[in-house]
C-alpha cells in the first residue's frame, strides 16, 4: 500500500497550487510574486546598503528587464542614485579600455606600455551575452526558481496536485526542464507524473489553438467564440514563459 505522504501547508505549496488556477506557468507566475517582493524591498531601502550598492556596481547595473521594471515601480530616485556611481565605474573602464590600446605611433613606448600594464584592470566583455549575467536580480530569480521547481516536485507525491498540474495551462520551458532535471535526480517516480501533466496541459492547449484557427476561416466566422480565442496566449506561456519573467 502506497504510504500516503503529509500535506504541504508552506506558503509556497500554497502559491503553487493558486498559481494552477491562473492562466499561464505556475512557476512563471509565483517567481513573479516573489522577484517582484524583492524589488520593494530593494526599492525602500536596499539600494541605501553598501553592500547591496557594490553588488549592482560589480555587475555595471542590472539586466534591462529588471532596470525597467524597476523603473515602472516609482524607482527612479534609487536608480538615479546607483546608476551615477556605475556611470562613475564605466566612465574609469572606458579610461582603461583606451590606456591598453596599442599605441599608434611610429616605434615603441616601453615606459608608457610599462605604466598602462599597471593601470590596467579587468577586461570588459566584449560577448553581449555576458553583459548582464552578474544582475542581482536575475540571480535572485534563478535561486527562486530552482526552490520553486524542486518544491512542486515533492508537491506531486500529493494526490491532488498532479491533478492540479494537468489542468494548469502547463510549465514553460523552463521551467520543466528545471524540474524534470531535479526529478530525473532526486526524486524518480515522479518524472512519469511530471511528463503526463505536462502533456496533457500542452494537448489540451494545441486543441484550443486549433480551434482558434479554424474560427479564423470564414466559413466558420458565425461560430459562437470561447476560451479558444485567447490559447495564442497559453500557447506563447508554455514556450516562452509568462511575460516580464525573462
Not at 500554497?14 to 491562473?22: E, S
Not at 526599492?43 to 549592482?56: A, L, N, P
Not at 494537448?203 to 474560427?215: M, S, Y
Request: a neutral charge.
Amino acid at each position: 500500500m502506497r504510504q500516503r505522504k503529509a500535506a504541504d501547508h508552506s506558503g509556497e505549496a500554497q502559491a503553487l497550487q493558486r498559481a494552477c488556477q491562473q492562466e499561464g506557468c505556475p512557476v512563471c507566475a509565483v517567481v513573479l510574486e516573489q522577484v517582484a517582493r524583492t524589488m520593494d524591498t530593494w526599492s525602500y531601502d536596499g539600494f541605501t546598503d553598501v553592500e547591496q550598492r557594490e553588488k549592482v556596481t560589480r555587475a555595471r547595473g542590472f539586466c534591462p528587464l529588471h532596470t525597467w521594471q524597476l523603473a515602472q515601480r516609482n524607482a527612479t530616485f534609487q536608480l538615479a542614485i546607483v546608476y551615477e556611481n556605475i556611470l562613475s565605474t564605466l566612465d574609469e573602464d572606458l579610461e582603461q579600455q583606451r590606456l591598453s590600446l596599442p599605441q599608434e605611433t611610429p616605434g615603441r613606448d616601453w615606459l608608457m606600455e610599462i605604466k598602462q600594464l599597471f593601470q590596467a584592470g579587468p577586461s570588459m566583455p566584449t560577448n553581449p551575452a555576458q553583459l548582464y549575467e552578474q544582475c542581482p536580480f536575475c540571480r535572485t530569480r534563478e535561486n527562486i526558481e530552482q526552490r520553486l521547481t524542486e518544491r512542486l516536485v515533492a508537491l506531486l507525491r500529493h494526490d491532488d496536485m498532479p491533478a492540479r498540474l494537468r489542468q494548469s495551462t502547463g510549465l514553460c520551458r523552463v521551467h520543466f526542464a528545471l524540474a524534470f532535471q531535479y526529478a530525473d535526480v532526486h526524486a524518480p517516480a515522479q518524472r512519469s507524473v511530471l511528463i503526463a501533466c505536462q502533456q496533457e496541459s500542452v494537448r489540451r492547449v494545441l486543441g484550443e489553438v486549433r480551434e482558434l484557427i479554424r474560427k479564423h476561416d470564414y466559413r466558420f466566422s458565425e461560430e459562437a467564440r470561447g476560451e479558444e480565442m485567447t490559447a495564442w496566449r497559453r500557447a506563447i506561456a508554455l514556450c516562452a514563459g509568462n511575460p516580464g519573467v525573462y
